[in-house]
């Protein structure tokens, strides 16, 4: 185990170390600790993520793993969220997660039945189970082997006892308890064992509810006890002795005597020296009852300000949250305007320290409190305060995706703030908020509003003059600059540019979604922004958008984009960018090197960037990498299709769990696309969104989401090539070349969709149905550029070329020729192992063979066809061609 964990989270164990200390002692010498610092320690998405890692390496088959948690109804919603993941992250396996709660409390309740709902809903089964009351018998039993009698003598007291108490385990002990209290249970010495008075017992009354009966049995303690219950009642479910002493308004009191009394008495259990937690929830709340309803706010109030005065400023920041949570109860008591400006400051810090530790739903609660005790004057005379406490706020608040609650403060800080400079940080929420909800036009012009007033004007719509206008500039700015003087280039360090390749770097995915003009521009203008004062971490992803550009449909220069996507590489080295990772190697071996390296060659490389984007937090390119791996592992490289569909099953939930809903459909007409092509009756739309692919489409449609409604359209081109439905792919070819796509990058299924259209062309073009010449020059249009991309990329392209050049003859009734280039595509293909571009080719010849009438050379390249598409798991396939063979011969 040790060295699974050590493979799994490697160096995240020194991070996992601080919240885990027995991690540590586990490992042992086996660790050798890591000062890696390259990704913040404060980031909550890196833990939750090391940690699945860390549950993941602990659980296998032949060592499985039980997690129990008790008392969910407490828990808050980070930490409920935690726990979905857990159950729902597709790397865990293996485990048996075991929750208990309690469903009496509504609040509480509705927390864990959204819980439940959400893990449903990512495919995860769960069974439900009601615990009852202990039985009567069971009473008996326990009875008779703590008092050490025979059952039969045990059966009327526990009779009595279950029918009092109803079975409940807690509430029978301590009414066992309070029994040898009043002497209605005792240890009879004559005898030599245990008696009690059953008549007695019988007639004793007792509340039908526990807390209520602890509570009562607790106002027959001495007056300081019960003090020193209420206190540390009131400072949570554990605690320290140091800070229940501060609550106590009395210094002569014998701490040490109460804390030994109430762990004898069962209300309390030491954890640590000098830390203490209540035995029971319930316990608690009993002790809390002692405090009279009419009073609570003020004893909070009371028992916090007395805490904060005693507490020095070396020890606040293990007092805070204590302090803070008891006068915000009583915070309805304080009238001083000096005194509700001290506790807004108090939240402040707890909501800073909160999201520090990734606690957001704590430190929402804190931030926006301290809002509401701001007073009416207080963007005049408590600026700073205001600002910060708006700031962590709308932070704390997007985190939780509570975009509601979000919309009701978002704007007072915008209206409000002096300096545009105090402005940035709630229109970065802003923008990121617009595009989390699906808002991308209204992100991207928000976007453009505020880098205007940052200095930097975009335009608000591209032509063909404004671009060409863009690409000079960008050109003009690189002129003379080598790749060493772009590396070595000084550090970004004015503020406001700082600012504009933030706001540029946000919105540069929804603008490459909805707006696919100004895409390319915003990357120009990082560029010239990293050249003219100096390069930051977003440089690393700018000079790499920007090579993906220069390989691009308009550019088509590799060698250019290939130097670049390296430079992009080398700089995040030199900068140290660790969390660019995911968004740089999408660029570079997503758009760059595909054109240059083989396609196998990058896959390891997405897998990395969706670790790397994991674990830094950026979730949006980590997805994109999964993307990018399984778009290229299906339609470039040929990888057994059936592990590819599981993969992708997880990759879909994961996805949708990182709440990354684009990419999560994208992933999913993928995915359908692979079911078709492996013969399931499954519909992925279904599975994952319970909605079907044409509504897909018309919601792309309608939010302007071209990049998603030209996959859906690559998707059915090439699902109806495939399976010989020529007309229903030529269809799906016309409406796709009404979308623009030239200035953007190109991931590989691009390439492989343009070679598909040269197939389908040439198709047509034999076809004489009167426009043979448009579809003869669009096909040779396709054959022109594979050619280009061949010479560039031979391993990647040339069975492409070869197979284009062989239809091409078989256009022109050139018989020889065209038997020559499909041996040469079959053989390219199978040398380079495209397995289903080998099918395909044995495919095409087996239809020339057959033009021709040679039967039997027709039927040996359909056998083979099939067998290359039974090894690429592709049943579907194999089914189309054993039906195509049983009808044609």
Sequence with gaps: MRSRILKNVGSGCTFLMKSIPGLQTFLGEYYVENTDTSVSPASGQRWKYLLFKLVAATSNEDCPLVLLLDDLQWADETSLDVIRMIVTDPDIRYCLFIGVHRDNQSSSTNRVKKLLHGIQEQGVSFMAMRIGPIEKESINTILSETLCLPPRLCQPLSTIIHSKTGGIALFMLDFLKSLKEEGLLWFDLSSRRWAFDTRGIDAKEISDDLVEHISKRMTRLPHGMQSGLKISACLGSSFSAGTLQKGFSRNDFDIDEFLRFSIESGYLREISSGKFMWAHDQIQQAAYELIPVTRRESFHLLLGSRIFLRTTSAEMDDDLFTIVANINIGIRLMKSKHQKLEVARLNLRAGEMAIASSAFNSAAEYLVLGIALLPDDSWVEEYDLSIRLYDGATEAIYVTGDFDKLSTIIQTPLLHARRLEDKLNTYNIF???????????????????????????????????????????????????????????????????????????????????????????????????????????????????????????????????????????????????????????????????????????????????????????????????????????????????????????????????????????????????????????????????????????????????????????????????????????????????????????????????????????????????????????????????????????????????????????????????????????????????????????????????????????????????????????????????????????
């Design 431 to 889: 923008v990121r908020y617009l595009i989390a909800s699906g808002q991308l036009k209204e992100a991207i012009s928000k976007s453009i509003n505020v880098l205007a007033q940052l200095g930097e004007i975009l335009p608000e719509h591209v032509d063909n003059n404004v671009y060409a206008e863009e690409v000079e500039h960008v050109k003009q700015s690189l002129v003379n600059l080598s790749e060493d003087d772009l590396l070595n280039l000084p550090c970004m360090t004015d503020e406001r540019k700082l600012a504009c390749m933030q706001f540029m770097n946000i919105v540069m995915s929804a603008a490459y979604c909805v707006e696919p003009l100004l895409s390319p521009i915003l990357v120009f203008r990082m560029v010239r922004l990293s050249i003219d004062h100096g390069v930051c971490n977003i440089s690393t992803f700018a000079f790499g958008l920007y090579g993906a550009w220069l390989v691009s449909a308009v550019n088509s220069d590799f060698e250019g984009g290939y130097r670049m996507g390296f430079l992009a590489i080398s700089l995040m080295n030199r900068l140290e960018a660790n969390e660019f990772i995911p968004r740089v190697y999408t660029s570079v071996y997503g758009f760059i090197n595909i054109w240059k390296e083989p396609f196998q060659a990058g896959q390891v490389k997405c897998l990395e960037g969706y670790d790397a984007g994991a674990m830094s937090g950026d979730t949006e390119f980590a997805v994109s990498c999964l993307f990018q791996y399984a778009s290229c592992a299906f339609h470039s490289c040929g990888e057994d299709i059936a592990m590819l569909e599981t993969s992708l099953r997880l990759y879909i939930r994961r996805a949708i769990q990182c709440k990354q809903e684009y990419s999560a459909k994208t992933l999913v007409v993928l995915h359908d696309l692979i079911l078709r092509f492996m013969g399931s009756k499954e519909i992925s739309y279904s599975i994952f969104f319970d909605t079907n692919e044409e509504a897909f489409y018309q919601e792309g449609l309608e939010k302007s989401l071209m990049s998603l409604c030209r996959y859906i359209l690559h998707k059915r081109k090439f699902l109806a090539f495939f399976n010989g439905d020529m007309d229903v792919s030529a269809e799906s070819f016309e409406i796709a070349s009404r979308y623009y796509t030239g200035t953007n990058a190109r991931l590989s299924h691009f390439a492989i969709s343009t070679v598909i259209d040269g197939l389908i062309a040439f198709f047509f073009a034999r076809k004489h149905q009167g426009n043979e010449n448009r579809w003869r020059k669009t096909g040779e249009a396709v054959v022109n550029l594979t050619r280009q991309w061949a010479t560039n990329s031979n391993w990647n392209f040339i069975n492409k070329l070869y197979l284009l050049e062989a239809e091409h003859f078989f256009l022109n009734n050139e018989d020889t020729k065209a038997t020559e280039k499909y041996k040469q595509s079959i053989k390219a293909a199978h040398d380079h192992h495209f397995i289903h571009e080998e099918g395909l080719a044995f495919e095409r010849a087996a239809w020339f063979h057959l033009h021709y009438g040679r039967h039997g050379e027709a039927l040996v390249s359909f056998t083979e066809s099939k067998k290359c598409y039974e090894k690429w798991g592709a049943h579907g396939l194999v089914n189309y061609i054993e039906r195509t063979i049983l009808n044609l011969f």
